[in-house]
């Protein structure tokens, strides 16, 4: 079956700008989380959500970082007022998540470049 | 471009050698383990699991070792092929006993460089 896709691929843009980077999550996976990794290191958590709301954005670095996830499927990540720091590659995971923990499954990422 | 900050540790095994590469965890209350493939340019990808109830688990090709009295967890990689090379990392589950968040801490990650 389908995985995690994320789109878009790489996202190019300049210093003050919004982005929006977008996660669909495989099907009937009620979980999804959303990573960032920074070149050479491991991936760090962002934010996750149980259905349409965010259990835990513990991550998020402050308040320019912000996602949803309206209808439980699809989630957004948004950036406001983007700064060089932001560049990195922008991680979605999505898992089962029937109770305790689980496979998380990865998207490919959203390379993000902030100039 | 060059890599620049790139400072991955490194395993270098010969084609056919079996590879171990070991992680020390932080959180002595984390219950589930995972280890990761990671191939340039692409996603993390799942290769095995572990809770911590377990001290070993096997896949195919690969083994998964647990010492929780020295937060320790290893992967052996069984034959190791050049589709192998990647870097590979470890993750715990940061909620830990079976807590309200599945988030994942990952460790700095090897890189296995396999030669021919």
């Known amino acids: 079956g389908a995985g995690v896709s994320q789109t878009p691929s790489n996202k190019v843009t300049e210093k003050g700008k919004y982005v929006e980077l977008r996660c669909d999550p495989i099907?009937?996976?009620?979980?999804l989380y959303w990573y960032r990794q920074s070149l050479g290191q491991g991936p760090e958590f962002l934010i996750y959500?149980?259905?349409?709301?965010?259990?835990?954005d513990s991550g998020l670095p402050n308040d320019r970082f912000f996602a949803v996830r309206p209808e439980g499927s699809v989630s957004t990540l948004k950036i406001q007022r983007t700064e060089r720091g932001d560049s990195a590659v922008y991680l979605c995971?999505?898992?089962?998540?029937?109770?305790?923990?689980?496979?998380?499954?990865f998207g490919p990422g959203t390379r993000l470049t902030v100039l | 471009g060059e890599s620049v900050g790139l400072h991955l540790p490194t395993l270098s095994v010969q084609e056919g050698d079996n590879s171990i590469i070991n992680c020390a965890y932080s959180?002595?209350?984390?219950?589930?383990f995972i280890w990761y493939k990671q191939e340039s340019g692409k996603g993390p990808q799942f290769i095995i699991d572990?809770?911590?109830?377990?001290d070993k688990r096997q896949g195919q090709r690969v083994t998964v070792l647990l010492n929780k009295t020295v937060k320790h967890l290893s992967l052996q990689i069984a034959a190791t092929q050049p589709g192998d090379s990647a870097v590979y990392f470890c993750?715990?589950?940061?909620?830990?006993?079976?807590?309200?968040?599945?988030?994942?801490?990952f460790g700095t990650g090897t890189l296995l460089a396999v030669q021919p």
């Open positions: 959180n002595s209350a984390s219950d589930y």
């Open positions: 993750a715990e589950n940061g909620g830990g006993m079976g807590g309200a968040t599945n988030k994942l801490i």
């Open positions: 572990i809770r911590s109830n377990m």
């Open positions: 099907s009937g996976h009620t979980a």
């Open positions: 959500f149980q259905g349409t709301g965010a259990a835990d």
């Open positions: 995971a999505s898992s089962l998540r029937r109770g305790g923990p689980d496979t998380q499954y």
